[in-house]
């Protein structure tokens, strides 16, 4: 195989992830298929992947991708790390005893919310439809603090839990089209425009 020395592209293995975390952790234990009891083992999964993210952070910033290093700092940290360790340690302190004041939740993903809207308009520069994705993720996930807060009431889980599969189900179909066009050097699925122009 032929090595130019060249750093690959990161995008489709940060999405693949985003997707499984989407799709295999938040949606079924929002729509109730789950309970918290599964929470170490989600918060397994999301500490392991943050992992990665940060590896890929730490590439793309090498890279001069400024752009992949914020998403995967974003992913890797704000929805990765930070929400995997509250989860797991909120559940062992549970088992001891420690009555725990899960709102924090919620407070913390209110300032996420904003954050996944100014990726998104970012995104639009490349992609209309990532930008519409992002600020509809953020808009759940500021919903989904509602809840955790205690401003919401938890039958709003459900239809949330459904738009974060949503969401899931997009960005396995963009990781899949961004991993095929870098293998088979040229467009495989339909990727479409940006919303707007950008001057680079």
Not at 53 to 78: C, E, K, P, Q
Not at 109 to 120: E, M, Q, R, S
Not at 168 to 182: D, K, V
Request: neutral net charge; proline residues 4%.
């Amino acid at each position: 195989m032929e090595n130019n020395n060249k750093w690959a592209d990161t995008t489709p293995i940060a999405i693949f992830i985003v997707g499984g975390i989407l799709i295999g952790c938040f949606w079924p234990m929002l729509v109730g298929y789950i309970t918290l009891g599964a929470s170490p083992l989600i918060a397994g999964v999301i500490i392991a992947s943050s992992i990665v993210f940060i590896t890929l952070m730490v590439i793309d910033i090498r890279g001069g991708n400024l752009f992949g290093a914020t998403l995967n700092g974003v992913f890797g940290v704000l929805l990765g790390l930070a929400p995997g360790l509250m989860f797991l340690l909120a559940f062992l302190a549970q088992g001891m005893g420690i009555q725990v004041d899960m709102r924090v939740i919620g407070w913390y993903f209110f300032y996420i919310a904003p954050v996944l809207l100014v990726v998104g308009f970012i995104a639009g520069g490349m992609f209309w439809h990532m930008a519409i994705a992002l600020w509809a993720l953020a808009i759940d996930v500021f919903l989904i603090g509602m809840v955790f807060a205690g401003y919401l009431s938890h039958s709003w889980e459900p239809a949330l839990g459904w738009v974060i599969f949503a969401g899931g189900i997009y960005f396995f179909y963009m990781a899949a089209g961004a991993f095929m066009a870098g293998v088979m050097r040229r467009p495989v699925l339909p990727m479409g425009g940006p919303l707007f122009k950008v001057n680079r």
